[in-house]
């Protein structure tokens, strides 16, 4: 007889993200103290909610006060408009083939879409038609990112476009900014006033715009003059800002690992591929059994910490030698009573005691790669068991 056995099955392997909803939940509340009445908040919850689960992310958010949730993939909307969110829902990024797959359902389950150019709308046009259903379109304007987006000056033409169409409703102009986490980069201001005087010669093509928005997490903490009617907020909502700032934010994703074993080494001994590192003194090397195939980056090989939960309490040690693909080796020192079996913080909120010290946050492992936490949280794979904090 064969039994099966999962490739992955969680109860072999220690590995674990662990999501606290009620930190995204918080994040959201905390940014959205900084708005006015009349902005309402898009938690961006794409690729799979920054890594910490779609539904989980799109949920705490509407708990934290979200009435908007943005996605780049139509699939992603589609997602969350089956489990009936109290959120309207926004997706931008979509080509021919998905368009005509999945447009017409989209539209009809009362999602909006963005638009960049007179092919997107003839394409949204004729999802409408099928779908008998007016689309609701923000329409994108590339104001210096260079990705969708139409260009101001083919703004007129695309409105004009817009108003002769009666199954398109104009209900948003947006934009995305390029550099607003440096607020001393001029790029922002040159920005919003491409876009401005886009929205001026789109209102004399289609009227009034009911909505505008361009703020990401950084321009919501640096620029309330770009609030605006919508920000979108991603890695604020998961306590990464991206600017420095007083607002209260914490990470919402933790991940975990344990030790595998244990052993003593003398001065000199090598350690991991390409011997990159020898033990400057006799020590104690802990087998971690998570590597690159688990998200962690290679780059950050040798140059970042790990928190260890030993029996006589919570000890930062750094990460020696080369990241392999299914495990990393950690420096316990000369002397330890560390074991096989104890819990290894990688990053995030290990909830020790609040004298110990604390574990290294994405933006730590970010900086050893020479990343940004958006990729360090988004790289968490598939493999890695999700765990809901409830
Ligand atoms: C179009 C768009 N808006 C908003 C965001 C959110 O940005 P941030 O995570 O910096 O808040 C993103 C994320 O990349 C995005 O692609």
Not at 195 to 224: K, M, Y
Not at 302 to 313: I, K
């Amino acid at each position: 007889m064969t039994i099966p056995i999962p490739a992955e099955d969680p109860r072999h392997v220690p590995n674990r993200a662990v999501i606290d909803p009620s930190a995204i939940a918080q994040n959201t509340r905390s940014m959205g103290t900084l708005l006015g009445d009349q902005t309402a908040l898009m938690a961006v919850v794409k690729a799979d909610g920054y890594g910490h689960g779609m539904l989980t992310a799109a949920r705490a958010a509407i708990e934290g006060g979200a009435t908007w949730l943005g996605v780049a993939h139509p699939a992603s909307a589609l997602a969350l408009a089956r489990i009936g969110l109290d959120a309207q829902i926004l997706t931008w990024l979509y080509e021919p083939h998905t368009m005509r797959e999945v447009l017409p359902e989209v539209l009809s389950s009362g999602i909006d879409v963005s638009v960049g150019s007179l092919e997107m709308l003839a394409m949204v046009a004729e999802a409408a038609r099928q779908a008998d259903r007016r689309a609701r379109v923000h329409l994108k304007i590339d104001t210096g990112m260079g990705r969708n987006g139409v260009l101001p000056w083919q703004i007129r033409e695309l409105g004009a476009a817009m108003r002769e169409d009666d199954f398109i409703e104009v209900t948003a102009a947006w934009t995305h900014l390029t550099s607003a986490d440096d607020p001393a980069d001029p790029a922002t201001d040159q920005q919003v006033e491409l876009f401005d005087s886009a929205c001026a010669a789109l209102e004399d093509e289609v009227g009034p715009i009911p909505l505008q928005h361009l703020a990401n997490s950084a321009a919501t903490l640096t620029r309330p003059d770009l609030h605006r009617d919508i920000v979108r907020l991603g890695i604020a909502l998961y306590g990464y800002p991206p600017v420095t700032t007083d607002v209260p934010l914490r990470p919402a994703l933790t991940l975990t690992s344990r030790l595998a074993m244990v052993k003593e080494v003398p001065e000199g001994h090598s350690i991991g591929y390409g011997r990159i590192r020898r033990t400057d003194r006799r020590t104690h090397l802990g087998l971690v059994p998570i590597g690159y195939a688990d998200g962690l980056h290679r780059a950050a090989s040798d140059r970042c910490e790990v928190l260890v939960r030993t029996g006589s309490g919570d000890r930062r040690v750094p990460q020696v030698g080369r990241i392999s693909m299914d495990q990393i080796v950690v420096d316990l020192g000369p002397d330890t009573d560390a074991r096989a079996g104890d819990q290894v913080f990688v990053f995030g909120d290990a909830g020790g005691d609040p004298n110990a010290p604390a574990a290294p946050t994405a933006d730590d492992w970010a900086q050893a790669a020479g990343t940004i936490p958006y990729e360090v949280l988004t790289s968490v794979s598939g493999r890695v068991t999700r765990e809901v904090r409830s």
